[in-house]
């Protein structure tokens, strides 16, 4: 204010009395500006015009921001329809999103319009209602996050768990960068090509025997075999009189010669026993 009286003082006394007593207030006001606002200042204030953008203020201040600088930037909106479009870009999503600007006539109109938009928000929030945008953006995201239990799971899956510092399921203490053979610890040769190797189990995962020796699957197959033999038909015999053994002709008959008399009597009962 200071500077803008020093400079008043100045410029009066250049134009004389009865000038001054005449001046209108365009003619008042374009050597003003020139002196105190240069077209370099003139043209950072358009620059920060382009790139207003509306983010903690209230709409009120963001208001008085945008009408302060539009002073200055007649040159690039001139009509009222531009100032318009200018205005509803520069608001919040959430105040812009309900807000069309093809239905507003003037600048106050949809000034009006983000006023009550941003009342409507404050209300509610008091009453912990969701927005639209939020209840939108909260049913997009449909995937559930892993749980800790099922990451247990699966790598469970290969019947170790998985190694923290190679990553893959093993069992014992991890080889991981130790130098020389897994197997025997010496250098010089790979554990595929080692003269000592390690004899484990792929079934029982126990050390001494391979897969093709482990005693858990040789018990296996004893009690199928068993199972197996007991399933067989028993072998049968049987006993026929010898009148029915001679009219048979597919049976081969005898008497059983266990003693003289044993036979006599047999003869005589005419009752004898044969045997296939």
Request: proline share 4%; glycine share 8%.
């Amino acid at each position: 204010m200071r500077r803008a009286k020093d400079w008043w003082d100045s410029y009066s006394k250049e134009i004389g009395e009865n000038r001054v007593q005449t001046l209108t207030w365009q003619e008042f006001k374009q050597p003003f500006i020139k002196y105190h606002c240069p077209q370099s200042a003139v043209d950072r204030i358009q620059e920060d015009f382009l790139r207003l953008r509306q983010r903690d203020e209230s709409v009120n201040e963001i208001t008085n921001t945008f009408l302060d600088q539009l002073k200055f930037c007649e040159e690039i909106v001139g009509t009222e329809r531009k100032k318009i479009i200018r205005y509803h870009g520069m608001l919040k999503a959430e105040i812009r999103e309900f807000i069309t600007p093809s239905k507003c006539e003037t600048l106050d109109e949809i000034i009006d319009l983000a006023r009550d938009r941003e009342i409507e928000i404050k209300r509610q929030d008091e009453r912990g209602e969701k927005r639209q945008a939020e209840k939108g953006s909260t049913q997009g995201s449909s995937k559930k996050p892993k749980t800790q239990d099922q990451g247990k799971k699966e790598a469970s899956k290969g019947g170790f768990p998985r190694c923290k510092t190679c990553g893959k399921p093993h069992s014992g203490e991890c080889l991981l960068g130790r130098k020389g053979c897994y197997n025997c610890g010496q250098e010089g040769h790979p554990y595929y090509n080692c003269p000592n190797p390690k004899r484990v189990c792929y079934n029982c995962n126990e050390s001494g025997h391979v897969k093709a020796d482990c005693p858990k699957l040789k018990q296996g197959p004893k009690k199928e075999g068993k199972k197996e033999e007991t399933a067989k038909a028993k072998g049968r015999m049987f006993q026929i009189s010898a009148e029915e053994a001679r009219a048979h002709p597919n049976v081969v008959s005898g008497i059983k010669e266990e003693s003289s008399s044993q036979s006599g009597s047999q003869a005589k009962d005419g009752k004898g026993k044969a045997t296939c």
